[in-house]
Structure formats: C-alpha cells, structure tokens
C-alpha cells in the first residue's frame, strides 16, 4: 500500500504555520484565533490516521455467459481495521460494462467490518476477458493522507457468441465412412432411394423391387444412398479486419463460424477450426458437443496481430484439413495472404465455400475527390477479387452486417448446386 | 485609519478571495483554498486595524474558514464518475460538523482565556493553544486505537 500526502495537509500546514508566525508578529489574539481551527484538523486528523487494512476479492457466480448476459458480480471487502473513505474501483474490460451497481464507488468500513458489493455485469462482447484489477484508495477520516493499493482480481471471463440458428448447412460435395445425416452422392446401405441394376449374386433378397422386376421379367433390386457425416473445416482468416466503433469483419466471423459450427455438430458432422492470421490457430476435426464448446473457445482467443510474414497453407497441420472435407471459409477478403491460401486450398482439390464477411458497411464512401474514387477502385477490386474465386470454382457470397446468414449460405448452395467449370 | 477608511480595501479583498475561491472550484484547483482562507483572514485583520480590543468574533470566523475550506476541498474532491454511498456522505457531513463545532469551542475558550490573561503575552497564549490541540489529538488517537 503506498501512503501519500493529499494537497490538503499541506495547505493546512502552511494556514496553521502563517498564522501562528503572523499573530507572534503582529501580537494579535485574534489571529491565533484564526489558525486553530486549521490547526485542530491537522491535529486531529493526523491522529486519527492509522494504515488501513483490509481484503478484497472479486468472485463472478458464473465464468461463462452468451453475449448480452447480464451476470452477477460480488467485490467482497473484509477490514481489520476503521476505513474511514475507500474509493473502489474494479476495472471491467472492454466487451463487459457495467449493468448494476456502484462502480467506482466510494464507501466506508467500521473495524471488522465485511461487505459484499453487488454488481450486475452484460457481457457485452464475445471473447475471453479478465476481469480487474481493483483499484483502492483509502482516506483518513479528515482526508489528509491516502493509502492507494491495487488488487489483481485475475477473474476471467469466457462470452461466447450469440450466433444465429441455422435452418440448413451446406452440403459437400463427398461424405466420410462414418453415419450422419448427410445424403451421400455414393451408392450402399441406407433409405434414400438411388438408382434400379439388375439382381447380382449376393444381393440380399430384402433389396429386389419387386414391382420393377414383375414390370420387367427379370430381377431388379433398388439402391439407395447411405447416411453419412461429413468433415468441415471452418477456416477464419484473422489477417486483417475492418472494424468502426464495437464492432469488426472479425466480430461477424467468429459469430456466423460458432453458427456454422454448431448447426453441423448438432448433424453429427466432425468440425474443425482454421485460424489463420498473424498467429495460426487450429483445432483437429471432432464430434459432438464439446468440440463445439473447443470451436468457440479457439474462437475467443482469435484476434487480428499484424504480421508481415507471408504464410502459405502448407503451415497448417496436414491432419487438420482431411481429404473430402468441406472448407467453409469465413474472410473480409481484405489480405492477399488469406485470399492466396484460399486460391490454394481450391487448387490443392478442397471442397471451399467462402463467406465473404463484407468490410463495405464499416467504411464511409468519401464524397468527392480522389479519395471516393480511390473507394471506388477499391470496391471494384473487391469484386473482381470475389470473381476470380467464382472462376475458380468457389462458391462465394457476401454476407453484410445487419442481415441473417441463412440466405448467404442458400446463395452459396444455389451456386454450389448450378456452377459447372467452364471448358475452353 | 478611520473604519470607514479601512472598508474599500477590506471589500477589495474579499472579494478578491471570492474570485480565487470561485476560480479554485471551477477549475478544480485545490491550491486555491489556502489562498482564499488567507485573504478572508487578511480581509479580517485590515478590518480590525487601529481595535485594541480581542474580537469574539474572531472565533467564529476562524471556524467559518475552517468550514468553507473543508467544503471545497470537498466539492474540489468530488469526481461525479465515483458513486459514493448515502451514509458515507451523511457521516462525512458529520466530521466536518462535528469539526467546526469543536474548533469553534476551542477558539471560544482560547479568546476567553486570552481576554482574561492578556498580560501573559501571546507566546504563552500560543503555547496553550498548541497544547490544547495536542490534548485533542491525544485524545482522538487513544480513542481511535480502541
């Protein structure tokens, strides 16, 4: 604790001392008079100043919350000794603010004294945070001296996105081996109906249509397509983001990635996360709903750092992006690192499908000028970008702030279902 | 001087004071309080120049000053981002109440004792004082040790 002087003391020091040299000087009673007053609260309030001593810690009821949660707060005090003023305050970071409560506040502790302060917190904004530290400065009861501290409450935070409900996630075009819900293109066990062949030895009986073979006269058996899951990669590029006020491309990635996410394990698809920016994030595809749970963690500690290192896909981790999988890219398109990576992955013989997360509505057309045409340039280079990746054989589709996914992702589909690769 | 002679400058700085005063609030200046505690005091002594009687009055302007130095300290203090608790504000209230009070009967006595004993001279009046005060330290430290 760091004991300091307040400007008071030393005012009323000097008053006391001016005073008293003035009254011996002058011999006037009645400037004593004058002085006391001051000289009694120094007096006083020097006396009554001991070192305060006391605990703080700050417990949250719950470490996780969705994004706009209010959860509840606890800063518990427990004094030892009187504190006579304390000026409290817990820092909160940015993303959580103050829902309830007294924040900083100023209280004061009789000797032996514990008190829990309530506060409400909203989770304003996905990602991890820690909460504090506390900040304490504490007065003697006339306010000449304060005691200041800082507590490192170290109390962290997990917000996760609140994402969108997905109606219908995008099919790939191969499935795994495994079951799932997921049609595939393939021929084998299962319910969906798929072609009529001739019977072959070892066709079980169960399988002959019987209504084709009565109208043909000969043994026919239907085939159907199994059930199976499928792999998506759910690659978020984290070079660069377009960010105005509290929010950012990046903030719009991770919420439609932790909905892409959770719409394909609940279809007991195995998912997996690319992160790829100044630092490569990764997590190996998994099932069920803890890898959920880790997709979004990852997702939190995604952030944008600027680097200048040009990094090529051949950084990720070969097991991270299995043969068949679905790459569902998540880009501003903003980095021609990440555009380069993507053009890769399509050109490697992966299944891709990028949600363009559009920086255009966190941007201000200027006027006039060079400046509007330099947007212009700009705007017009992105599309041209966007149409490359078409030519390509990517399906792409922009995804604006404001608007739902579900039709971004149906435009997806839309092309994935007609675009055809050009002969020439 | 006449009395009637001493009120133009007596006026001029009080008021003086006041601006400082004023200026010190407005601009948050805490080195303004001392200043304008001693103008008013300054104002006071050039009012009573040419009086050889002790002034009574001496003793509740003293404790006035105390209490509108304690009060802008406070207001100067005071930042609106920091919510303090009611019964900080009615306690704080308190001990400057009971502050003033106390002052105000320490300087009634002093002034007393020193309309009583003018002969003693004013060291020896002074030396009282101070002792007086350290009582009352004294006393607030053992009390607050308990």
Redesign the interface.
Known sequence: MTRAATPKLAAYASLSAVGLLTALVFARPEVVALTTPFLLALAAGLALATPPRFTVEVALDDNRALEGDELPARVDLHATTPVDRLDLYLRLPRGVRLADGLNPTELRLAAGERRTLELTLLAAHWGGHVLGPVYLRAFDPLGFLTWESRVEARQELRVYPREDALRRALSPRETQLSSGDEVSRRKGEGIEFADLRRFAAGDPVRRINWRASARRGDLWVSESHPERNTDVILFVDAFAEARRGGEGTLDLAARATAAIADAYVGRRDRVGLISFGGILRWLAPGLGTAQLYRVVDALLDTQIVLSYHWKEIDVIPRRTLPPNALVIALSPLLDPRSVGALLDLRARGHDLAVVDVSPMPFTTRPEAGLDAIAYDIWALRRNALRHTLQRSGVAVAEWRAGSRLQPVLEEVRAFRRNARLARV | MHGGDLVAPVAMVAALAAVVLLAGLVRRR??A??WS??LT?AA??IG?EGSSV??GG??I???L??LS??LA?WSI?HDA?????P??VA??AG?IGA??A???L??FL??GA?AVS?STG??V??AG??AA??A???V??LL??T
């Open positions: 805490s080195l309080i001392p505690v001693l005091a006071y002594v009573r002790v002034d001496a003793a302007v003293g404790a000053l105390l130095a304690e300290t203090e981002r920091i919510e303090p608790e019964r900080l306690w704080r001990v502050l003033v106390c002052a105000l320490v300087n002093l002034l020193a003018a004013l060291v009046a002074a004082v101070v005060v350290a009352v330290a004294i607030l430290r607050r040790a």
